[in-house]
C-alpha cells in the first residue's frame, strides 16, 4: 500500500482481507466479482468497496434488499475501523466488519481467485477411490479424497466401487490468506414466528387513526394492487381503539394473516409482527406506517432434511436438504428408485414430508400452503391441457377457474395474450394442442402456470420423450423462464443439458442427496468420465453410504452445511389449512366446467358419432328377437309371452354398457389435469358434477334413442301405472343408463391406468345381465337375492316388469304354484315409483364413493 494511506481488513465469517487501496472491490453473487457471497438476500452485484482518495467506502449498486449499517438502509457510507454493514438483512444478513490495519503492508492476494480454488479443491477432495480386487472397498483413508485415475471409457473394472467416506466429522477447508471463501446458497431462517423474510419493502403507505385504507385492484382503492390474483375490492385496513385490523372484503382467493386464510368477510386484529397477505403483496404495520412487500418472482427457496416415511417404516427420502436463491435453474436427477417423484411431492406440498421443512422464501410452505400455493407453478409429465382444445380455448377456461370471478373477460384475454407471447406461442393460438409437436405441447402446459405469475415453477420429466433437438429447446426454455426472475426447479433423465442450469441435484438409490453443487463440477466429484458411469455405479452399489460421501466431501462443507443449523420438524397441519378459498364461486366454476367439457366433447367428431350409434345398433338387436305378442298381456288361450323378459333382458343389458361406457374412462384420462386444478382451488363437487351432468344428459338422450328403436315395433299395454307405457319404460330404462353411468365413475376413480378400465367395464356389464331376475329366479333365494338388490339392472327390470306386467307375461319359476311372483314385479304404482327410486339411490351413492375417492388424487395437505 501507498505510505500514510490507512490499511482497511475486511472480516467475514470469521476470516480476514486486507484491501489494496489501489483498485476497488465488488462485494455480491457474480462468480466473476472480487468477494462473491452466495447468500440469497445478496443481488449479484450489490455493492463495491474502495478508497476516494479520502477515505474508505461502501457504495451500494441499487440492490434488491439493501446494505446497512446501524440497522439504516444506506446509499454510499463512508467506513473506519469499527464500522459493521449487513448486506440483504438488516439483522442477519452476512455481516461486514471492517477494522484499521498496517499502513504499507503490501497489497494481498486477490479475493477474487478464492471460489475457483475453494471449488478446486473441492473436486479434489470429493472423488470417489479406486478399489481392491474381487469388490471389496478400498481402506478407509485418513488423508483427504484423492483424484482417481480414469481408465479408457470402456475399461472401467467391473469390480470398481467408490470409497468408503471418511466416519469422523469433516473439517471445514481454511483458504489461504486473503481469499474469499463462498456461502451457502440457502438464506438462514428468519426471525419471527411466522418465518417471514425480512426483506426491504417495496414501498411504504401512511396509516392514520380513523382512517380506513382500502386493496383491490381497481382503481378506485386507496391502495392499488395490479394483480389478477386480487378481487376488484379485496379487503380494508381499519384503526379501531388504537389498533389496526384487516378485513376482507368478500375476496375470491382471501386475505392470509401469517399465512392462514381468513374467513369471508372476516377480521383479524394486527399486532407488530404479522403479516398480510394479498395475492403476491405481503404486507405489514410497522407504527403508523404499512410496508408492501410485493413478491415480484425473485425468492429463495430450499428444503431442510426432509424425510419421508411409509407404512411399516421404509424410509423413501432421507435427510434431504438443499437450498437455492432466486433466478435459479435447478436440476434433480437419478436413477430409478432415487426418490425423484417423492421429493417433488414434498416440494410442491402434494405428499408432505414426514419430517423436515420446505421454505419458500423463509416462509413455511406446508404451514402457509393456502396463500403460497398462488405463487407456485407445477407442470407434471402428463400434459394438464385438453389436447382436443385449441391453445387459446385452453389457456382461457384455465384462466377463468384462477382467476378471481369479478376479473373481466378482456383482463384475462391480455394476460393470455402476454403468455403466449413470452412463450412464442402466439402463432399456435389457434391450433389444436393435439397437433402440436412434443415440446410445443410443454410450452402450452408452461403457458398454463405462467397464467398467475409463479414465483416458483417445478417441472416432472419435461423432456420426457422428446427428440434431442426439443429437449435442448425446452432446457433453454426453463433457462431463459429463471433469468426473468423465477425459480425454478426440473426432474430430469437427460442429461445432455445439465451445463446450463444453476445448481444439480443428484438422488442416489434409497431417496438420499449423493451431489448437490455446480453441474460442471458433478462428474469430477464422482470420478467417473460420463453420467452412465456414475448410474452403473448408483446400480452396483445400491447400499454403499453415498450420502455419507457426500456429507464428508469439501462440496458439501461450500454449499450445503449451514442446513444443518437447523433440526428437523415433524410436520403438522394447522386446521384452518384445510379449507384454503377458491378464486371462483361454486356455481361459476361448475358454468365454466360444463361448458369446457361440452368444448371437449363437441371437438370430438368421432366420440360424438360413437355415443349416437351405439345405443341405436343395441336397440336394432333387441328388435330381431321375436316376440308373437309383443310386450303386451298375451291374449286367449296363450297366457305366456316368453320373450318379453328376453327383450328387457337385451335393452337392459345394452343400457347398462352404454351409460357405463359414456363416463369409465373420464375421470382416469383426466386425473393429472384434476390434481393440479384443485391445487389451484378447484371445488371437488363443482367438478364432480360437472361431469354428472353432462354425462347425464349424453346418457339420457341414449336412453330415448334405445327405446325408440326397441319399443317402436312392439305392442305395448294400452295403460300404464303413472304415466303412458311407453314412457314408464323409458324412464326405467334411463334411469338404469343414469345409475350405470355412476358405476362407470367409481371405476374410473378407482383403476391407476386407463387401460384398466375396459376389463372392469366387461365385467360390470356380464354382472348385471344374470342378477336381473330374468334368467332365473332371485327372489326367495337367501343370499343371492340380498345380493341382487345392489344391482341396478335388478331394479331397472323391476320396474320396467311392473309397467308390462312380467309376472303374467313370462312363465312361472314354480309351475305348481303360478301366483309365486317375483315381488318387485307387482303391477302397481308404488312398487313401480319403489324400485325406481331405489335405483336413482345407488346411482346417489356411487356419486357420494366417487367424491370420496377423488381425494386421494389431491394434494395432502388440502385434503378435508
Given at each position: 500500500?501507498?505510505?500514510g494511506v490507512?490499511?482497511?481488513?475486511?472480516?467475514?465469517?470469521?476470516r480476514?482481507?486486507?484491501?489494496?487501496?489501489?483498485?476497488s472491490?465488488?462485494l455480491?453473487?457474480?462468480?466473476?466479482?472480487?468477494?462473491?457471497?452466495?447468500d440469497?438476500?445478496?443481488?449479484?452485484?450489490?455493492?463495491?468497496?474502495?478508497?476516494n482518495?479520502?477515505?474508505?467506502?461502501?457504495e451500494?449498486?441499487?440492490?434488491?434488499?439493501?446494505?446497512?449499517?446501524q440497522g439504516?438502509?444506506?446509499?454510499?457510507l463512508?467506513?473506519a475501523a469499527?464500522t459493521?454493514?449487513h448486506?440483504?438483512?438488516?439483522?442477519d444478513g452476512?455481516?461486514?466488519?471492517?477494522?484499521?490495519?498496517?499502513?504499507?503492508?503490501?497489497?494481498?492476494?486477490?479475493?477474487?481467485?478464492a471460489?475457483?480454488?475453494?471449488a478446486?479443491h473441492?473436486?479434489?477432495?470429493?472423488?470417489?477411490?479406486?478399489?481392491?480386487?474381487?469388490?471389496?472397498p478400498?481402506?478407509?483413508?485418513?488423508?483427504p479424497?484423492?483424484q482417481?485415475?480414469?481408465?479408457?471409457?470402456?475399461q472401467?473394472?467391473?469390480?470398481?466401487?467408490p470409497?468408503?467416506p471418511?466416519?469422523?466429522?469433516?473439517q471445514?477447508h481454511?483458504p489461504?490468506?486473503?481469499?474469499?471463501?463462498q456461502?451457502q446458497?440457502?438464506?438462514?431462517?428468519?426471525a419471527g414466528?411466522?418465518?417471514?423474510?425480512?426483506?426491504?419493502?417495496t414501498t411504504?403507505?401512511?396509516?392514520?387513526?380513523g382512517h380506513?385504507?382500502?386493496?383491490?385492484?381497481?382503481?378506485?382503492?386507496?391502495?392499488?394492487?395490479?394483480?389478477?390474483q386480487?378481487s376488484?375490492?379485496?379487503?380494508?385496513?381499519?384503526?379501531?381503539?388504537?389498533?389496526?385490523?384487516?378485513?376482507?372484503?368478500?375476496?375470491?382467493n382471501?386475505?392470509?394473516?401469517?399465512?392462514?386464510?381468513?374467513?369471508?368477510?372476516?377480521t383479524a386484529?394486527?399486532?407488530?409482527?404479522?403479516?398480510v397477505?394479498?395475492g403476491?403483496s405481503?404486507?405489514r404495520?410497522?407504527?403508523d406506517?404499512?410496508?408492501?412487500?410485493?413478491?415480484?418472482?425473485?425468492?429463495s427457496?430450499?428444503?431442510?432434511?426432509?424425510?419421508?416415511?411409509?407404512?411399516?417404516g421404509k424410509?423413501?427420502?432421507k435427510?434431504?436438504?438443499f437450498?437455492?436463491?432466486?433466478?435459479?435453474?435447478?436440476?434433480?436427477?437419478?436413477?430409478?428408485?432415487?426418490?425423484?417423484?417423492?421429493?417433488?411431492?414434498?416440494?410442491?406440498?402434494?405428499r408432505?414430508?414426514?419430517?423436515?421443512?420446505?421454505?419458500y422464501?423463509?416462509r413455511?410452505?406446508?404451514?402457509?400452503?393456502?396463500?403460497?400455493?398462488?405463487?407456485i407453478?407445477?407442470?407434471?409429465q402428463?400434459?394438464?391441457?385438453?389436447k382436443?382444445?385449441t391453445?387459446?380455448?385452453?389457456?382461457?377456461y384455465?384462466?377463468?377457474l384462477?382467476f378471481?370471478?369479478?376479473?373481466?373477460?378482456?383482463?384475462?384475454s391480455?394476460?393470455i395474450?402476454?403468455?403466449?407471447?413470452?412463450?412464442?406461442?402466439?402463432?399456435h393460438?389457434?391450433?389444436?394442442?393435439?397437433?402440436?409437436s412434443?415440446?410445443?405441447?410443454?410450452?402450452?402446459?408452461?403457458?398454463?402456470?405462467?397464467?398467475?405469475?409463479?414465483?416458483l415453477?417445478?417441472?416432472?420429466?419435461?423432456?420426457?420423450g422428446l427428440?434431442?433437438g426439443m429437449?435442448?429447446?425446452?432446457?433453454?426454455?426453463?433457462r431463459?423462464?429463471?433469468?426473468?426472475?423465477?425459480t425454478?426447479?426440473?426432474?430430469?433423465?437427460?442429461?445432455a443439458e445439465l451445463?446450463i442450469c444453476?445448481?444439480?441435484?443428484?438422488?442416489?438409490?434409497?431417496?438420499?442427496?449423493?451431489?448437490f453443487?455446480?453441474?460442471?463440477?458433478?462428474?469430477?466429484?464422482?470420478?467417473?468420465?460420463?453420467w452412465?458411469d456414475?448410474?452403473?455405479?448408483?446400480e452396483?452399489?445400491?447400499?454403499?453410504?453415498?450420502?455419507g460421501?457426500?456429507?464428508?466431501?469439501?462440496?458439501?462443507?461450500?454449499?450445503?452445511?449451514?442446513?444443518d443449523?437447523?433440526?428437523?420438524q415433524?410436520?403438522t397441519?394447522?386446521?384452518?389449512?384445510?379449507?384454503?378459498?377458491?378464486p371462483?364461486?361454486?356455481?361459476s366454476?361448475?358454468f365454466?366446467?360444463?361448458r369446457?367439457?361440452?368444448?371437449?366433447i363437441?371437438?370430438?367428431?368421432?366420440?360424438?358419432?360413437?355415443?349416437?350409434?351405439?345405443?341405436?345398433?343395441?336397440?336394432?338387436v333387441?328388435?330381431?328377437?321375436?316376440?308373437?305378442?309383443?310386450?303386451?298381456?298375451?291374449?286367449?288361450?296363450?297366457?305366456?309371452n316368453?320373450?318379453?323378459?328376453?327383450?328387457?333382458?337385451?335393452?337392459?343389458?345394452?343400457?347398462?354398457?352404454?351409460?357405463?361406457?359414456n363416463?369409465v374412462?373420464e375421470l382416469?384420462?383426466?386425473?393429472?389435469?384434476?390434481?393440479r386444478e384443485r391445487?389451484t382451488?378447484?371445488?371437488?363437487?363443482?367438478?364432480?358434477?360437472s361431469?354428472?351432468?353432462?354425462?347425464?344428459v349424453?346418457?339420457?338422450?341414449?336412453?330415448a334413442?334405445?327405446?325408440?328403436?326397441?319399443?317402436?315395433p312392439r305392442?305395448l299395454?294400452?295403460?300404464?301405472?303413472?304415466?303412458?307405457?311407453?314412457?314408464?319404460l323409458?324412464?326405467?330404462?334411463?334411469a338404469?343408463g343414469?345409475?350405470s353411468?355412476?358405476f362407470g365413475?367409481?371405476?374410473?376413480?378407482?383403476?391407476k391406468t386407463a387401460?384398466?378400465?375396459?376389463?372392469?367395464l366387461?365385467?360390470?356389464?356380464?354382472?348385471?345381465?344374470?342378477?336381473?331376475g330374468?334368467?332365473f329366479?332371485?327372489y326367495?333365494s337367501?343370499g343371492?337375492?340380498?345380493?341382487?338388490?345392489?344391482?341396478?339392472?335388478?331394479?331397472?327390470?323391476?320396474?320396467s316388469?311392473?309397467?308390462?306386467?312380467l309376472a303374467?307375461l313370462?312363465?312361472p319359476?314354480?309351475?305348481?304354484?303360478?301366483?309365486?311372483?317375483?315381488?318387485?314385479?307387482?303391477?302397481?304404482?308404488?312398487?313401480?315409483?319403489?324400485?325406481i327410486t331405489?335405483l336413482?339411490?345407488?346411482?346417489?351413492?356411487?356419486?357420494?364413493?366417487?367424491?370420496?375417492?377423488?381425494?386421494r388424487?389431491?394434494?395432502e395437505?388440502?385434503?378435508?
Amino acid at each position: 500500500m501507498g505510505h500514510g494511506v490507512p490499511e482497511l481488513v475486511l472480516e467475514l465469517n470469521g476470516r480476514t482481507w486486507a484491501l489494496d487501496p489501489s483498485r476497488s472491490y465488488t462485494l455480491g453473487r457474480d462468480p466473476q466479482g472480487d468477494v462473491v457471497i452466495d447468500d440469497a438476500r445478496v443481488s449479484w452485484r450489490h455493492a463495491t468497496i474502495g478508497w476516494n482518495g479520502h477515505g474508505w467506502a461502501i457504495e451500494d449498486h441499487g440492490s434488491t434488499n439493501g446494505t446497512y449499517a446501524q440497522g439504516q438502509r444506506v446509499q454510499r457510507l463512508d467506513l473506519a475501523a469499527g464500522t459493521v454493514v449487513h448486506l440483504g438483512n438488516a439483522t442477519d444478513g452476512p455481516r461486514l466488519n471492517l477494522s484499521a490495519g498496517q499502513a504499507g503492508s503490501g497489497a494481498v492476494a486477490s479475493a477474487a481467485a478464492a471460489p475457483a480454488a475453494a471449488a478446486h479443491h473441492g473436486m479434489q477432495q470429493g472423488a470417489p477411490q479406486g478399489v481392491q480386487q474381487h469388490g471389496a472397498p478400498a481402506a478407509q483413508q485418513q488423508a483427504p479424497y484423492q483424484q482417481p485415475q480414469q481408465a479408457p471409457y470402456g475399461q472401467q473394472p467391473h469390480h470398481a466401487a467408490p470409497q468408503q467416506p471418511h466416519h469422523a466429522p469433516a473439517q471445514p477447508h481454511q483458504p489461504p490468506h486473503g481469499q474469499i471463501p463462498q456461502q451457502q446458497g440457502a438464506p438462514r431462517p428468519a426471525a419471527g414466528g411466522h418465518g417471514y423474510s425480512d426483506r426491504s419493502p417495496t414501498t411504504f403507505h401512511q396509516l392514520a387513526l380513523g382512517h380506513v385504507m382500502r386493496i383491490g385492484r381497481a382503481l378506485d382503492n386507496e391502495l392499488v394492487v395490479s394483480d389478477l390474483q386480487v378481487s376488484r375490492h379485496h379487503a380494508e385496513f381499519r384503526s379501531t381503539g388504537g389498533r389496526f385490523e384487516i378485513h376482507d372484503l368478500g375476496s375470491h382467493n382471501g386475505t392470509y394473516v401469517n399465512g392462514q386464510p381468513l374467513a369471508k368477510s372476516g377480521t383479524a386484529l394486527l399486532g407488530p409482527n404479522d403479516i398480510v397477505g394479498v395475492g403476491h403483496s405481503t404486507f405489514r404495520i410497522v407504527g403508523d406506517r404499512l410496508e408492501e412487500f410485493v413478491d415480484t418472482g425473485e425468492v429463495s427457496f430450499s428444503a431442510r432434511h426432509l424425510t419421508v416415511t411409509v407404512d411399516g417404516g421404509k424410509q423413501i427420502l432421507k435427510d434431504v436438504s438443499f437450498g437455492v436463491p432466486e433466478k435459479s435453474l435447478i436440476a434433480v436427477i437419478g436413477p430409478s428408485g432415487s426418490g425423484k417423484s417423492t421429493l417433488l411431492k414434498a416440494l410442491t406440498g402434494y405428499r408432505p414430508a414426514n419430517q423436515g421443512d420446505v421454505l419458500y422464501d423463509n416462509r413455511n410452505l406446508y404451514k402457509q400452503f393456502a396463500e403460497l400455493r398462488q405463487r407456485i407453478g407445477l407442470v407434471p409429465q402428463d400434459d394438464i391441457l385438453h389436447k382436443e382444445l385449441t391453445v387459446r380455448t385452453a389457456l382461457k377456461y384455465a384462466a377463468k377457474l384462477r382467476f378471481p370471478g369479478d376479473t373481466a373477460e378482456s383482463e384475462r384475454s391480455a394476460r393470455i395474450d402476454e403468455v403466449l407471447r413470452e412463450l412464442k406461442l402466439d402463432i399456435h393460438k389457434d391450433k389444436k394442442i393435439t397437433s402440436l409437436s412434443g415440446g410445443q405441447r410443454k410450452r402450452v402446459s408452461v403457458a398454463l402456470e405462467l397464467l398467475t405469475k409463479p414465483s416458483l415453477i417445478f417441472l416432472d420429466e419435461p423432456t420426457s420423450g422428446l427428440d434431442p433437438g426439443m429437449d435442448r429447446d425446452v432446457m433453454q426454455l426453463l433457462r431463459g423462464l429463471a433469468d426473468d426472475g423465477r425459480t425454478v426447479l426440473v426432474v430430469t433423465h437427460s442429461v445432455a443439458e445439465l451445463a446450463i442450469c444453476d445448481k444439480l441435484l443428484v438422488m442416489a438409490p434409497g431417496g438420499s442427496v449423493a451431489y448437490f453443487g455446480p453441474p460442471d463440477e458433478a462428474l469430477n466429484f464422482f470420478g467417473y468420465s460420463t453420467w452412465a458411469d456414475v448410474f452403473s455405479a448408483f446400480e452396483n452399489y445400491r447400499d454403499y453410504d453415498w450420502a455419507g460421501r457426500w456429507k464428508g466431501s469439501q462440496h458439501y462443507q461450500l454449499y450445503a452445511a449451514d442446513l444443518d443449523a437447523v433440526a428437523p420438524q415433524s410436520v403438522t397441519m394447522p386446521t384452518a389449512q384445510m379449507q384454503p378459498p377458491k378464486p371462483q364461486a361454486w356455481g361459476s366454476q361448475l358454468f365454466t366446467l360444463i361448458r369446457r367439457y361440452v368444448s371437449v366433447i363437441a371437438s370430438d367428431k368421432g366420440f360424438l358419432a360413437l355415443m349416437v350409434i351405439l345405443p341405436a345398433v343395441l336397440g336394432v338387436v333387441s328388435t330381431v328377437i321375436p316376440a308373437t305378442f309383443g310386450l303386451a298381456p298375451p291374449k286367449p288361450p296363450s297366457r305366456f309371452n316368453g320373450d318379453a323378459g328376453t327383450i328387457m333382458l337385451i335393452l337392459a343389458v345394452g343400457m347398462c354398457f352404454s351409460g357405463a361406457a359414456n363416463s369409465v374412462r373420464e375421470l382416469i384420462k383426466e386425473r393429472v389435469i384434476y390434481e393440479r386444478e384443485r391445487a389451484t382451488g378447484l371445488s371437488r363437487s363443482a367438478y364432480l358434477m360437472s361431469k354428472v351432468i353432462v354425462l347425464g344428459v349424453i346418457t339420457a338422450i341414449q336412453g330415448a334413442i334405445i327405446c325408440a328403436i326397441g319399443f317402436t315395433p312392439r305392442d305395448l299395454p294400452a295403460e300404464g301405472l303413472i304415466m303412458p307405457p311407453a314412457v314408464e319404460l323409458c324412464v326405467s330404462v334411463t334411469a338404469l343408463g343414469f345409475t350405470s353411468m355412476m358405476f362407470g365413475l367409481v371405476i374410473s376413480s378407482l383403476v391407476k391406468t386407463a387401460e384398466k378400465t375396459m376389463p372392469l367395464l366387461v365385467m360390470f356389464a356380464i354382472v348385471q345381465v344374470v342378477f336381473t331376475g330374468i334368467l332365473f329366479q332371485v327372489y326367495d333365494s337367501p343370499g343371492l337375492e340380498q345380493f341382487a338388490w345392489l344391482m341396478p339392472s335388478r331394479w331397472a327390470v323391476a320396474a320396467s316388469g311392473t309397467t308390462l306386467n312380467l309376472a303374467v307375461l313370462m312363465p312361472p319359476w314354480d309351475q305348481e304354484n303360478p301366483t309365486n311372483t317375483d315381488p318387485l314385479w307387482d303391477a302397481t304404482a308404488g312398487q313401480w315409483g319403489f324400485n325406481i327410486t331405489v335405483l336413482l339411490l345407488i346411482g346417489i351413492a356411487c356419486g357420494f364413493a366417487v367424491a370420496r375417492l377423488l381425494r386421494r388424487h389431491e394434494p395432502e395437505v388440502m385434503r378435508k
